[in-house]
């Protein structure tokens, strides 16, 4: 497994940007589909996106298609979900996670998670 950390998430206005980090330990990451999933409060956990070890596969929930993309950095271990244009529904945990293999939208197929980082989206 490996060891997931995220960052950049804060209190933010209705139409701003943000760029969420999960940078991960460990060397097995670059073998890893990596996911981001959202939580808001007394909802369910909702995937958000995911992206194949090689980057040639990207997972998009219809929610948030055409305002986040994610990305990663094999060589600096680190994913990222760009975010543009947010809304006050984008408000929630987000988390990482990461699991050897394909990429699912499930998030009980993911075997390491993050602690989350919160945003808020005031409008």
């Known amino acids: 497994q490996v060891q997931l950390v995220e960052s950049g998430g804060g209190l933010v206005q209705a139409g701003d940007s943000l760029r969420l980090s999960c940078v991960a330990s460990?060397?097995?990451?670059?073998?890893?589909?990596m996911g981001w999933f959202r939580q808001a409060p007394g909802k369910e956990r909702q995937f958000v996106a995911a992206?194949?070890?090689?980057?040639?596969?990207?997972s998009y929930a219809d929610s948030v298609k055409g305002r986040f993309a994610i990305s990663r950095d094999n060589a600096k271990n680190t994913v990222y979900l760009q975010i543009d244009s947010l809304k006050p529904e984008d408000t929630a945990v987000y988390s990482c996670?990461?699991?050897?293999?394909?990429?699912?939208?499930?998030?009980?197929?993911?075997?390491?998670w993050g602690q989350g980082t919160q945003v808020t989206v005031s409008s």
């Open positions: 992206i194949s070890w090689n980057r040639s596969i990207t």
């Open positions: 996670a990461g699991r050897p293999g394909a990429v699912y939208s499930n998030p009980e197929a993911y075997s390491s």
């Open positions: 460990g060397r097995t990451f670059s073998n890893y589909a």
